[in-house]
Nanobody, 122 residues
């Protein structure tokens, strides 16, 4: 299984960015997908998840209303659209896959991708 994240970069506060994750080696449409992030010196935290069936979405309180997770099963890809970015959103963002969205939300991840750096300048 490979999860390849991309799309990170440097953006000013208030700006927008979309990160993507391309998946291979798994039955993508049958996996819940998610995003986590890890800031320097901090633990890796849950950001968002999307279910595999009805694509129900879940968000950490810190990103609700600013981040949107979506998936394209035909492309085996999951996306995280981020708007109104803040300096505290600066982190390495990781893509994750699990059998259920509940597993992702409780950090029981089956597969991790390599991260992509997002830096928000003030």
């Amino acid at each position: 299984v490979q999860l390849q994240a991309s799309g990170g970069g440097l953006v000013q506060a208030g700006g927008s960015l979309r990160v993507s994750c391309a998946a291979s080696g798994l039955s993508f449409s049958r996996y819940a997908m998610g995003w986590f992030r890890q800031a320097p010196g901090k633990e890796r935290d849950f950001v968002a998840a999307i279910a595999w069936g009805d694509s129900t979405t879940y968000y950490a309180d810190s990103v609700k209303g600013r981040f949107t997770i979506s998936r394209d099963n035909a492309a085996n890809a999951v996306y995280l659209q981020m708007i109104s970015l803040r300096p505290e959103d600066t982190a390495v963002y990781y893509c994750a896959a699990s059998r259920t969205s509940a597993a992702i939300r409780t950090n029981r991840v089956d597969y991790w991708g390599k991260g992509t750096q997002v830096t928000v300048s003030s």
